[in-house]
């Protein structure tokens, strides 16, 4: 195997006495497109917080291009070029629009992505960038959290339940344009409940059932039985 | 939507701020003009009222914008104060050199404090503020040459050496007061205008997204809790400066320190600018009129504070900016039309 971008060695996590994952290991390629999928409570979340640096973790634990990360704090971890679109979109309401974007663009990392080619991308973003972040509908805030994640120029960008409270209309355009945003020679992990819609955007997909992996492979490899088997655990 | 390049423009402006601009610059001039128009009560009541303005703006930024909920700050104003007069009585300085000192000293004196609050969180770092402020009040206590549990006055000859008439001694104070407010005002509107201020939102509003996208959110915090302490321990100097007299136990008073300015910014509406100011007109309004009724007048004080809290949560500014969209200090980004 190629060096992995982004790979998790064993990784285990723990709330208090709660322990949420059970030795995580996943690789994520130089422009792959990998989708997580699992029930509530799988640990999809506690997973993608633990790359992120929001858990800390042990150093080698989690591994970016050969380099231990596991114990950064999360703000380092972003200045490797680690991005994310947290789940529930965590917008700053008291900061409009256009200074939601500013905060993502603001530690300079250089590449493709500014207010510009942000806004070109999502032109709403342009119109209303004004408005205070959380007076947009769902869809409208998610294109925020998108772009703000982009403006950092990432290397990968972690998506935590994108469709997560929004019409299925809104889905759907959300991961249309999906390509365009992860075309620029980005790496992405999607995590998702909707497995149909991770499986057709991915082009490796892992599936987590209660802090472990329960199945992995590319998404013509897997039959819709092995999943909804590895899934649910029945 | 296609608009000319540069027919509109970027502003932080609104109608309502230019005539608040106007409209402060006028009320500033009639105050820095007091000492000609105004008795020497008047005089003194409104040194108060900057004093604890700055106080009040000072616990705003904290924990109205940085999240730090102290009930500690009296620790500050207490060191402040008891610096101005070490420094006078002891180094020999005149106390307008001891001010600013004294603020620089309550600012290195907050690092060491900053470590070891900063591991607390929520409710835990509330208490262990306060528990920082007894520590002080029982070391300076201990302090014989500061006339330890029962306090010490500023020497004659010190405040005479200040200026040279009582009246005028007494503008200088006064000005003093006024000119700590204003640089408290400044002070803060800059740093919430730069892209520390901007750091410092996005902390308040998600610590989860602010962390993710590279905001180290120990290091802004620090720098408020050490900025916050310089200024507030300024301030204290300035209030002890003004009653020539101080004991641990005036200097690290929980209630006055730091439950009315909780009190005031409550009121007024915290994490806006505006809010403070509000809050001590109110709360001068109240004791000014109520005071005489005792203890009464703090249960008056309650009653205003629960029925803010729960018909006004945001505050008096907070509510009246909600329904009106009016902003006296404009921080936020706007669009305007270019005038040719």
Known sequence: MPDALLSTRALVAHYGDFQALFGVSIDVQPEEVVAIIGANGAGKTTFMRSITGLIRNRPEMVVWKGQAIGGLRADQVAHLGIAMVPEGRQLFQSLSVEENLIIGGQMGRKGPWSLKTVQDLFPILKERRHVPATALSGGQQQMVAIGRALMANPEILLFDEISLGLAPIVIKSIYEALPAIIGEGMSAIIVEQDIAKAVSVSDRVYCLQEGRISLQGRPDELTREAISAAYFGV | MTTLPNTYAISRSSRASRIAAVAGTLVLALLIAAPWWAGRADMRLLSEMFLYLSLACLWNLLAGYAGLVSVGQQAFVGFGGYMLF?????????????????????????????????????????????????????????????????????????????????????????????????????????????????????????????????????????????????????????????????????????????????????????????????????????????????TTYLLILGVVAIAVMLKAPKGLWGTLKERTGLELFPLARRVVKKKN
């Open chain 2, 86 to 294: 070490a420094l006078a009585i002891f180094a020999g300085l005149s106390p307008l050199a001891a001010i600013p000192l004294a603020g620089l000293l309550g600012a290195i004196v907050a690092v060491p404090v900053a470590l070891l609050i900063f591991r607390l969180r929520g409710a835990y770092f509330a208490i262990g503020t306060w528990v920082i402020a007894e520590v002080f009040r029982l070391s300076f206590a201990q302090v014989s040459a500061l006339g330890g549990g029962s306090g010490t006055s500023l020497p004659v000859a010190i405040v005479r050496a200040m200026a040279s008439s009582r009246s005028m001694r007494e503008a200088t104070t006064y000005w003093l007061a006024l000119a700590m407010a204003v640089i408290v005002l400044a002070v803060i509107y800059l740093l919430l205008r730069s892209r520390n201020g901007l750091a410092l939102t996005a902390i308040r509003d998600s610590e989860l997204a602010a962390q993710s996208f590279g905001i180290d959110i120990w290091r802004n915090k620090f720098v408020v809790y050490v900025l916050t302490a310089g200024l507030t321990a300024m301030t204290g100097a300035l209030i002890f400066l003004q009653k020539l007299r101080i004991s641990p136990d005036a200097a690290f008073s929980v209630n006055d320190w730091t439950a009315f300015v909780i009190f005031i910014v409550v009121i007024g509406g915290i994490g806006t600018l505006e809010g403070p100011i509000i809050g001590v007109i109110v709360f001068f309004l109240l004791r000014e009129t109520l005071s005489d009724l005792g």
